[in-house]
């Protein structure tokens, strides 16, 4: 005769209620070492519902929010982890990175290459608060004509300068994009003492005078070393991926015109993990503390350059 597991546990815990007669019957069909077992067994399995240890970890992340996360990736494909983070804190929505990791690893996405900063990188922070750095982009508009764009950055803030276009970097355009620069550093109140570049012909002595006018060094790259400027080179990365390799530049005009709406996205929205997620012209937001507000979520989107960038903010 076979004893099903309820039925093992039934004996198992009447055992020392049962009455003499009914053990004597009990001896015929099972051994006595075999009830202790069953009993043990029962026991055992009692204290492992008792001790089962509650759910580890953090509390699950609100469905809003992880609709949201999903949502920014899906509308920007090239946005990695920090990035989507840095987005999430301009909102207002503390989450933490692991976090937006782990929704996307389970959402089946790919991550975005991870970053590390460079010794020069960390070298060149020291000296931010008064350093600039200055760099030449290039770029071929649907005619063929090939167009130049000067452009510099404050490290502190990084913010950055758009100089002008043009298919002629001739010296007197340098120079006179030079002398602008002065007078808005002069207006905003910035004192930089050093402007970093590389060693590009493109350059005339002259600029180096007017900046030495206004008491600022020159300081040049070495020869193949990108890295002493990886701050602009970074900044020239970011305006290629996207801005300049995502739309088609008719002219000169219409070049012109992307380049001052991504320096204001750049400089007045977009999240900076140098800057602790803030932007050059903003400061991070209070984060929510509302649940019913975190539940509740509406956010817009505002597109720039017929949606090739976008904006988000909480709806009115």
């Not at 992340?61 to 840095?86: C, K, M, Q």
């Not at 999430?88 to 937006?100: D, Q």
């Not at 043009?166 to 402007?195: E, Y």
């Not at 977009?270 to 509740?296: G, K």
Request: charged residues 25%; positive net charge.
């Amino acid at each position: 005769m076979r004893f099903a597991p309820e039925d093992r546990a039934f004996l198992a815990a009447l055992l020392t209620s049962l009455p003499r007669d009914v053990l004597r019957q009990l001896r015929l069909l099972v051994r006595p070492n075999t009830v202790l077992r069953w009993h043990r067994d029962l026991m055992k399995r009692r204290h492992a519902r008792i001790c089962q240890p509650k759910r580890p970890g953090r509390p699950p992340t609100v469905r809003s929010i992880r609709a949201l996360i999903l949502r920014l990736v899906r509308e920007n494909p090239s946005w990695g982890d920090r990035r989507i983070h840095g987005e999430l804190t301009t909102l207002g929505i503390k989450v933490a990175p692991s976090t937006v990791w782990e929704i996307l690893k389970q959402a089946g996405l790919d991550q975005a290459p991870e970053r590390a900063s460079t010794t020069w990188a960390d070298f060149l922070r020291s000296p931010a608060d008064a350093l600039l750095a200055c760099d030449f982009i290039e770029t071929v508009t649907l005619s063929g004509q090939r167009q130049y764009v000067l452009a510099v950055m404050e490290h502190a803030t990084r913010r950055v300068r758009v100089l002008g276009t043009t298919a002629h970097p001739s010296s007197n355009w340098v120079t006179q994009a030079i002398k602008n620069l002065v007078m808005d550093l002069d207006d905003a109140g910035c004192r930089a003492r050093f402007l970093l570049r590389d060693r590009d012909g493109k350059f005339p002595a002259l600029m180096d005078e007017v900046l030495a006018e206004a008491d600022i060094t020159t300081v040049l790259t070495g020869i193949r070393m990108p890295r002493m400027n990886s701050i602009m080179e970074r900044w020239v990365q970011s305006c290629r991926h996207e801005l300049l390799d995502c739309c088609l530049v008719w002219n000169e005009r219409h070049l012109r015109h992307a380049l001052r709406e991504y320096e204001r996205f750049y400089n007045q929205y977009r999240a900076h993990q140098a800057l602790n997620q803030a932007a050059p012209l903003r400061p991070v937001p209070d984060s929510i503390t509302d649940p019913e507000r975190i539940i509740n979520l509406n956010i817009r989107r505002r597109d720039r350059l017929g949606g090739l960038l976008h904006e988000y903010s909480h709806a009115a």
